[in-house]
């Protein structure tokens, strides 16, 4: 049964405050910029420790890394096991390795609401199952990536089934949240599937043989370019130079980011391995660092495998207001978010629960509001 409209107004309460509480988010501006007038002298500009949620710079929000250790599934794709000592509805504490969010029997983040930005999540290891209220449902995961424009305003739910009864369930994804310029923010929503095998890699292998693997999820990196964006996306200009790439350092190796232009954000995420060295500095695991982006960067790994993500493009530069599921650019534009899913719900929700997963047969697909199926590739 659908939850009843004074129950989606307490669940967008409890949703906007858990999500200040977890982020620090209030009526504030997320996005930052770099001054990078001395581009010879400092390639690095700044180097700090990651938590949960990654601070971003303009034209990004934020990014979040979840990484959880599911037990096997039970018959409803949930835990397994017990779940009893935990604050279901709200579970973002790991306990036995792994968190259930917002979900109660299933992982993930049921039906909830957003306007004004665009999330990017890409999923590592594991799956997710999407629906929302234009419709549109699907399950991706393991590589793929799925860019949505929630414009004007959607609900979506994220939810996490744990497919396999037999095995363990790991989950590893980066939700990223990418802003839209002030006159986007009202477009009509859209999601697309950038399925894993259409993403390109990059393979390269330095003067002593050390190999190095980028993935290209958005932007180019040297003569590889990703899929397209969302037409409506900051990223859909090439002249913004919007860039996400994943890359993949063996032991010892050594690779170089090209320079992009001038008053181009840059930032490095190192999330997994040992040590690197950035332009000579070092840089210890899950440690950012703001780089200028006007001059090449040349990355050298320690001992181990490295991760690490990149997120790059030019500043929006419009004033930002944040308020949980809400990015706008004025106090007034997000109380009229508030108002406009009050009293619309952004279309409602056409799924029979809110934490809606498909059957455990299912393979990766899409089905997109106009009825268009995609099957993973």
Known sequence: ??????NRRGFLAKFSLGLLSLLGLSWTSRSKSIDQESPETDPILDVKAMGF????LDPFLFCVHHEDKFPKGND???????????????DFIIKDGFRMYHGKKVPGFPGHPHRGFETITVVREGLVDHADSMGASGRYGEGDVQWMTAGKGVQHSEMFPL???????????FQIWLNLPKKNKMVEPHFKML??????????TDAAGKSTEAEVIAGRLYDHVAPAPPPDSWAADPANEVAIFNLKLAPGASFTLPKASAGINRAVYFYMGQQITLAGKVIEQYHSAVVNAAVDLTIVNGDAEARILVLQGRPIGEPVIQYGPFVMNTKAE???AFDDYHATQFGGWPWNRYDQVHPRTDGRFARHADGTYEAGA
């Open 163 to 173: 497919l396999d009864k037999d095995a363990d369930n790991p989950m590893e994804l």
């Open 334 to 336: 997000i109380q009229q």
């Open 1 to 6: 049964m659908a939850a009843t409209h004074n």
């Open 76 to 90: 409803d794709m949930g835990p397994a096991v017990s779940l009893s000592g935990r604050h279901l509805g709200d």
């Open 53 to 56: 949620a990654w601070d971003t």
């Open 195 to 204: 399925w894993g095998t259409k993403i390109p890699k990059l393979q390269h």
